[in-house]
């Protein structure tokens, strides 16, 4: 059995049943059996792929089963996703596919589950892919449609849909649930004092001036990566990061706090550029272990930046007027990372966006109150669903009347990006990853009066 093949079906496994994210186990996996570059480069294919395309490979795994997928058994469903990605979606030759995948579901069930695999698959080969995509779509029109074709719940479609339609952009919808199931390039962050994009042999961001896009490899063999000088980072995470820290020109000794900051991405670029230009960042994350993490990701400042364990929910109490500059980056459904994390679609559910709406709110009213009138406070997500965003700021924005206005964020960045970003009208930012091949992230920067 190909170890690519192994390897791709332990981590869905662990996917499903002990929540593992498949972008940390992954990358362990690979490393441990020392695959050729070759054969890791299959093996990622293999579970990303099959994870972000398992909505419409149950589709077509229910019609050649004759039966629903809740009663197929979870592993071997497991193994029929994996051999219908390659043989759908992949250049896989038939024989191989099958026959491997037959092996396959030999270690995970029993003789008679191995004779369906065999016949499922069987039945599967018979038509091309194009023929099971005609069968699968049927009669189906509109989201639903949409939601089977690019694989995507029919809830998260219908939220983009709505989220695209605020700006007038309708008609892209087909597009960004296309760009969901690509895997993007590496993004590095250069942090600045510390490391150059040209340091870094890769090709800088179009946005990002500290950014910088790799053509491929492991970002983790680089020695600045390894250093800490330089990490890996989504550019639109990067531009929300320095929409705070460039909002307006630094005061030196300025106090600013970055309140959820695990595993500490945007805080390692706030501390480069507080340290450049004589701010104080102190990082605050509530859950100890992500605090480690951003202790980790501090680790190349000395003076280190102060991490706290506070409830983010309680800083206005207890720091009421302290900070010239608060970034939130809100706990969120993740919903603009998606070509990122690809079993996160089947994770999310509805009701996780109305639990972490309410968060998000005292969260940044939280933030509100312990910026200083004058200050500076970022407001982000990386979902570009209304509740999440446009909601939220709102909502702050009526509870706080005259005491908090907008700034004109597209203005901010637009001082700040080497292209122009091309925004809809209106004083947030919403990136989005087929327009700016960034994550989804949404980006509103608000001052107390
Ligand atoms: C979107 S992530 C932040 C990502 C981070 N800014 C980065 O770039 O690496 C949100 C973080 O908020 C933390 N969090 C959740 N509830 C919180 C609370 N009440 N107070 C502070 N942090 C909280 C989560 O544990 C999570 O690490």
Redesign the pocket.
């Known amino acids: 059995m190909q170890p690519a093949r192994r390897i791709a079906l332990d981590v869905i496994l662990a996917v499903r049943e002990s929540d593992a994210y498949a972008n940390l186990l992954l990358p362990v996996r690979l490393q441990r059996a020392k695959l050729s570059t070759a054969d890791a480069g299959f093996a990622t294919e293999l579970t990303y792929g099959t994870l972000r395309r398992q909505g419409y490979y149950d589709a077509v795994i229910a019609l050649a089963a004759g039966r629903t997928v809740d009663r197929i058994d979870a592993p071997i469903l497991d193994v029929l996703r994996l051999a219908c990605h390659q043989l759908l979606s992949m250049r896989t030759a038939q024989h191989a596919a099958v026959d491997e995948s037959v092996q396959l579901a030999k270690t995970v069930g029993s003789n008679s589950a191995t004779g369906f695999v065999n016949g499922v698959l069987r039945t599967i080969t018979r038509s091309t892919a194009d023929e099971w995509r005609k069968r699968v779509l049927g009669d189906l029109d509109g989201d639903a449609r949409l939601a089977a074709e690019f694989s995507h719940p029919l809830w998260i479609v219908r939220a983009f849909k709505a989220a695209l339609a605020a700006e007038g952009r309708d008609s892209e919808l087909e597009n960004l649930l296309e760009a969901d199931n690509v895997a993007p390039r590496v993004s590095l962050v250069a942090l600045p004092g510390f490391s150059t994009v040209e340091e870094l042999d890769a090709y800088p961001s179009p946005f990002s001036p500290v950014g910088a896009t790799l053509d491929g490899g492991d970002p983790l063999q680089l020695e600045p990566v390894r250093a800490g000088r330089a990490r890996v980072q989504d550019e639109g ?1 990067q531009l929300a990061a320095l929409a705070l820290s460039r909002a307006r020109p630094v005061v030196a000794g300025e106090t600013w706090l ?10 390692a670029l706030l501390a480069a550029e507080a340290r450049a230009s004589g701010a104080v960042l102190t990082a ?4 100890p272990a ?1 605090a480690e993490l951003v202790r980790k990701a501090l680790a190349v400042f000395d003076p280190a930046p102060e991490v706290w364990e506070l ?3 309680t800083i206005g109490d207890s720091h009421p007027d302290a900070f010239d500059r608060i970034l939130i ?4 459904t993740g919903l603009g990372a998606l070509r990122r994390r690809p079993e996160a679609r089947w994770r999310k559910v509805p009701r996780d966006v109305a639990h972490l709406s309410g ?1 998000q709110s005292n ?1 940044l009213d939280a933030g509100l109150k312990a910026l200083k009138p004058g200050g500076v406070l970022a407001y982000v997500t ?1 979902s570009p669903h209304l509740a999440e965003t446009k909601v939220i700021v709102e909502g702050a924005l009526k509870k706080w009347g005259a005491a908090v206005e907008r700034i004109d964020t597209p203005a901010v960045l637009s001082t700040v990006t080497g292209e122009p970003l091309d925004l809809g009208d209106g004083q947030h930012v919403q990136l989005w990853p087929h327009r700016h091949s960034t994550d989804a992230m949404f980006i509103q920067l608000l001052t107390k009066v």
Do not use: I
């Open positions: 995470s970055d309140l959820c900051a695990g595993p500490g991405g945007k805080s605050n994350e509530l859950v992500r409830d983010g929910t980056d809100a706990p969120c968060l969260l990386c």
